[in-house]
């Protein structure tokens, strides 16, 4: 079956990056892409942006452009999201939920991981 | 402050029916297919349904959604109390190039 699992909760300084992973089982990894959501506490959700592990083509939310890079590595079928230049308004549970382009939008999610950002 | 609209909270009793509301503009729900996602308490998302009135497999049918012009609705039938979550409804927003999502309805079964 299906199964995402994330690196666990993170605890940084402002200023700092942060690299969360999620490791893919259950399905050909390079036939799916990946979506990143964020969600702050008590907040809705916030995509930041989608990444084939097919050809690596990557599009990135303008909001976090330039503070974000998503990567993947079919050997290990890994997806990767790293947020540089943290600020405590980016404390929040970041999920990675698999998605397939023409398929079912964002249809398998990780558990989340809690990136918390304070001095 | 989110693209898409929905009302914060939304509740009935066992059986009853609720329906949910998203409003966006010709951006997004006019021109694009609305997905909804529901997250239990302390749990990730999960897709409820799939351009605009598709339940995966698994989803119970009392889950139903529908779209017109540029609104959506949601609606859960026979509701029970596995029912209490909050739903967010999402969608394509092409002059963002990227996903909006909905501000989420927290359902309560009273």
């Known amino acids: 079956q299906v199964q995402l699992v994330q690196s666990g909760a993170e605890m940084k300084k402002p200023g700092a990056s942060v690299t969360v992973s999620c490791k893919a089982t259950?399905?050909?990894?390079?036939?799916?892409?990946f979506s990143w959501v964020r969600q702050a506490p008590g907040q809705g959700l916030e995509w930041m942006g989608w990444i084939s592990a097919d050809n690596g083509n990557r599009n990135y939310a303008q909001k976090f452009k330039g503070r974000v890079s998503m990567t993947t590595d079919s050997s290990t079928t890994t997806a990767y999201m790293e947020l540089s230049g943290l600020r405590s308004d980016d404390t929040a549970v970041y999920y990675c939920a698999r998605e397939q382009l023409g398929g079912i939008p964002m249809d398998f999610w990780g558990p989340g991981t809690l990136v918390t950002v304070s001095s | 402050q989110s693209d898409l609209t929905q009302p914060p909270s939304a509740s009935g009793t066992p059986g009853q029916s609720v329906t949910i509301s998203c409003s966006g503009s010709?951006?997004?729900?006019?021109?694009?297919?609305v997905n909804w996602y529901q997250q239990l308490p302390g749990a990730a998302p999960k897709v409820l349904i799939y351009?605009?009135?598709q339940r995966p497999s698994g989803v119970s049918d009392r889950f139903s959604g529908s779209k017109s012009g540029t609104s959506a609705s949601l609606a859960i039938s026979g509701l029970r109390s596995e029912d209490e979550a909050d739903y967010f409804c999402?969608?394509?927003?092409?002059?963002?190039?990227?996903?909006?999502f909905g501000s989420g309805t927290r359902v309560t079964v009273l």
């Open positions: 259950g399905y050909t990894f390079d036939r799916y892409g």
């Open positions: 999402s969608a394509w927003h092409d002059s963002l190039n990227g996903y909006v």
């Open positions: 351009s605009n009135n």
């Open positions: 010709r951006s997004n729900i006019g021109n694009n297919v």
